[in-house]
């Protein structure tokens, strides 16, 4: 299944950038509905970069319109969150499955 690399923004109009992420309205919706989509092995990994303004998902996922509809679900979809782009991903290089030891050294 092919992969994508998903940014989004936290500049939604119900985003307060004076409250912590989990202080957001609506938190434990939006919590539940992106645990699910991990389990559901829809996101590989994802998080908010340091800057704590964009948010990048990786994706497995048949298309774009797929991610789009299904991140439309969200609580936080445009309330929070916005799509800034999706883009097909080749992952040439995969250290996930690498011995703990290696990511010490």
């Known amino acids: 299944m092919p992969i994508f690399l998903v940014q989004l923004t936290r500049s939604?109009?119900?985003w307060d950038p004076?409250?912590?992420?989990?202080?957001?309205?609506d938190w434990d919706a939006h919590?539940?509905?992106?645990?699910?989509l991990v389990e559901q092995g829809f996101i590989v990994l994802g998080g908010p970069l340091a800057d704590e303004?964009?948010?990048?998902h990786v994706v497995h996922a048949v298309s774009e319109e797929t991610i789009r509809e299904?991140?439309?679900r969200d609580p936080w979809f445009q309330s929070h969150?916005?799509?800034?782009s999706?883009?097909?991903w080749t992952i040439r290089l995969d250290g996930r499955l690498a011995a703990p030891t290696m990511l010490t050294g």
């Open 31 to 36: 919590a539940t509905f992106m645990d699910d």
């Open 12 to 14: 939604g109009p119900e």
């Open 18 to 25: 004076t409250l912590p992420l989990e202080d957001q309205g």
């Open 70 to 72: 299904r991140l439309s």
């Open 81 to 84: 969150l916005q799509i800034d």
């Open 53 to 56: 303004w964009r948010v990048v």
């Open 86 to 88: 999706i883009d097909p």
